[in-house]
């Protein structure tokens, strides 16, 4: 499973409070993903990271930012959380070209 | 941009009985994946196709890409309750980016 853990797993905020999600690998992989997972959508792309400073945008991004300082840790923040940003987070590792693992996922719940 | 489409959007079978979901893309496709997703789950990888009219398979799971590259079908045969789940066909989009199609999701019933 590549070693991948995401926290929290679950989270409860308000609306309007900044929110920092954090995703942690193991096993070295230069690409790294967050997504976020909505019945009816699948899986959209919020921000991606191909190297350690290296990140762009996916489908997504508004409202979001991250950044990635070493190669294991990629951290997704929501700058003022808003209760359309109420999802299921993923986070996933690998090249685009080749097998891709996920963590466990985020609940992020917005009130 | 590319965009992968899926249908359908959601499937009831009886247990025992075959069924396909379908993946096409609106460009040619370097690389296609399939995965499945246990509900409040992450996701589990099943299979990778690369080359025009490749087959893999797995279990009772088999996936082709067709020749031209646009499109992908997941077989199931003779369902079970344990196929359950939503499966979701992935490709590189371009740029370094993963994208995904919006999911199937699977029921069985005993």
């Not at chain 1, 995401?6 to 070295?28: A, D, F, I």
């Not at chain 1, 009816?40 to 762009?56: A, C, F, N, Q, W």
């Not at chain 2, 646009?70 to 370094?96: D, E, F, N, V």
């Amino acid at each position: 499973d590549a070693g991948i853990t995401q926290s929290p797993r679950h989270k409860v905020t308000e609306t309007g409070t900044p929110v920092t999600l954090r995703c942690h690998q193991t096993e070295n992989h230069r690409y790294m993903y967050w997504y976020r997972q909505d019945p009816g959508h699948g899986l959209r792309l919020i921000h991606y990271s191909y190297g350690v400073k290296d990140t762009d945008k996916g489908e997504v991004s508004d409202g979001y930012s991250v950044s990635r300082s070493k190669t294991e840790d990629f951290l997704l923040t929501l700058e003022s959380a808003t209760s359309s940003q109420t999802s299921v987070y993923f986070c996933a590792v690998g090249s685009p070209y080749n097998e891709q693992f996920f963590g466990p996922g985020t609940r992020l719940t917005v009130l | 941009s590319q965009e992968l489409e899926q249908s359908p959007q959601s499937l009831i079978v009886q247990e025992g009985k075959n069924l396909t979901i379908n993946c096409t893309s609106s460009k040619t496709l370097y690389g296609l994946y399939w995965y499945k997703q246990k509900y409040g789950e992450g996701l589990i990888f099943l299979m990778m196709l690369q080359k025009g009219g490749e087959e893999k398979s797995h279990e009772k799971i088999t996936a082709k890409l067709d020749e031209k590259k646009q499109q992908s079908s997941l077989h199931i045969t003779a369902s079970q309750p344990s196929h359950a789940g939503i499966y979701l066909c992935g490709a590189a989009g371009g740029g370094g980016k993963l994208i995904f199609g919006q999911g199937t999701e699977l029921s069985v019933k005993p």
